[in-house]
């Protein structure tokens, strides 16, 4: 099993920025197509971001464009997530997922935005952001 570990959440201002964190397990990060997303209490799983195993194919939620930044660094096994400019609304826990199995090169915006197509999920990290 892949293993994924988040970290970096926390209590911000608004306006605030905060970096989550997620380093994988294995030897074949480079293969993995990663996400993140986050969800409130009494909410659905949403999509936030992710970045395929091309680096340069990266996709955002239109609710966090502009502000939300996904990175990915092979060498280190790991994922991150710069938020910036955050709101009340973004509080949640964030989750790290990765795509371990058969995962594209680069497909459509829906693929990457679907739940189902990711193997393997962390346990979450909160991030509160207070007005």
């Known amino acids: 099993q892949v293993q994924l570990v988040e970290s970096g959440g926390g209590l911000v201002q608004a306006g605030g920025s905060l970096r989550l964190s997620c380093v994988a397990s294995?030897?074949?990060?480079?293969?993995?197509?990663m996400g993140w997303f986050r969800q409130a209490p009494g909410k659905e799983r949403e999509f936030v971001a992710a970045i395929s195993r091309n680096p340069s194919i990266t996709f955002h939620a239109d609710s966090v464009k502009g502000r939300f930044t996904i990175s990915r660094d092979n060498a280190k096994n790991s994922v991150y997530l710069q938020m910036n400019s955050l709101k009340p609304e973004d509080t949640a826990v964030y989750y790290c997922a990765a795509d371990v199995e058969n995962a594209p090169l680069y497909s459509s915006r829906g693929y990457y935005t679907r739940l189902g197509e990711y193997d393997y999920w962390g346990q979450g990290t909160q991030v509160t952001v207070s007005s």
């Open positions: 294995g030897r074949i990060f480079s293969s993995y197509g």
